[in-house]
């Protein structure tokens, strides 16, 4: 029987144009092998051009740790990286290691992998007629965005510590009898959850050492090229504390640079975020949160649901 290299060989591994992600996504298998022969000359460019322009922007405004991150994970700066190579450099640090995934993960699923120290990674990069801006993630924001900072041991337990609040959030719902109550439920907790990961994980900003002075340890930030610097220079931009009432009631969208920021002072304080968050859920505090502009996707929903009925 052919291999995958040999099916799919030439055909490159570029974000939507992938039939290798393709199969696996038909066949619904979410958790894949990165087959780094399929690969091409292109998607390599890509990672090289990406890798290249972000320098001078990460060193001029990443926090410490991300920097840090970088230095202990030796990416090569003209080809992709290999998962298996990152993770080498990643687990003796934090125990985290990047898993390769087809696409989507179900909420519940990707908090849960969290919780196990487990990352999952897209492994297609973006095409390079688009450097910019994609409106999934690809190898480059998963990769040179996120993993950097799994080399932080406070910040690997902010996330270990937050996925396990997918797990509390199932044991919330459990045994309940009325099931449109339930989804309520699970859905309001889904949108704090959601939104405490984005404006942290995602676009968080945090104090620098000079006074005033803000540096940036969200991936949604350090993998984009145009907004890490419009994050903490822009007039246009609302940069506040992070208050924990405030964020898990505030909607956000993904289609355009940010207008609304929030400053943690480092990662002992987010860590403590998530134990409020956890203390929250248990009271309640999380069940009714401001509705979102869009609802929880049923797979979302279904993925607490079925963890809920599990023992
Ligand atoms: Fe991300």
């Known amino acids: 029987m052919a291999s995958s290299q040999q099916l799919f060989a030439g055909m490159g591994l570029t974000t939507t144009k992938a039939p290798y992600i393709e199969q696996a996504v038909a066949a619904g298998t979410m958790y894949i092998e990165q087959p780094y022969e399929l690969y091409s000359t292109d998607n390599h460019q890509t990672w090289q051009r990406l890798y290249a322009r972000m320098q001078e922007r990460w060193y001029r405004h990443a926090n410490r740790r991300f920097l840090d991150g970088l230095d202990t994970l030796c990416f090569e700066a003209t080809r992709v990286p290999k998962l298996e190579e990152v993770n080498r450099f990643m687990a003796p640090r934090t125990g985290f290691r990047a898993k390769a995934v087809s696409g989507f993960v179900p909420a519940f699923d990707f908090f849960d992998c969290l919780s196990r120290r487990e990352f999952p990674t897209t492994i297609t990069i973006r095409d390079g007629a688009s450097l910019d801006y994609l409106p999934e993630?690809?190898?480059?924001?998963?990769?040179?965005?996120?993993?950097?900072?799994?080399?932080?041991p406070a910040f690997a337990d902010t996330l270990v510590r937050f996925g396990a609040c997918a797990h509390l959030a199932a044991d919330m719902v459990r045994g309940m009898t009325d099931r449109a109550e339930q989804r309520r439920r699970l859905s309001s907790i889904q949108n704090a959850l959601q939104r405490f990961f984005w404006f942290t994980v995602e676009f968080g900003l945090m104090r620098g050492m000079k006074p005033d002075e803000v540096t940036v340890y969200g991936s949604g930030l350090l993998s984009s090229y145009g907004e890490l610097a419009h994050s903490v220079s822009s007039d246009a931009v609302q940069r506040y504390p992070l208050q924990l009432a405030w964020v898990i009631n505030q909607h956000f969208e993904i289609d355009h640079y940010q207008p609304l920021l929030?400053?943690?002072?480092?990662f002992e304080q987010l860590y403590e975020h998530v134990g409020v968050l956890e203390t929250w859920m248990k009271n309640g505090k999380l069940d009714n949160v401001t509705p979102g502009w869009r609802d929880m996707s049923e797979a979302d929903v279904e993925s607490f649901l079925q963890a809920s009925e599990r023992a």
């Open 137 to 152: 993630p690809d190898i480059f924001h998963d990769i040179a965005g996120h993993v950097p900072m799994h080399t932080d």
């Open 262 to 266: 929030f400053i943690v002072d480092d």
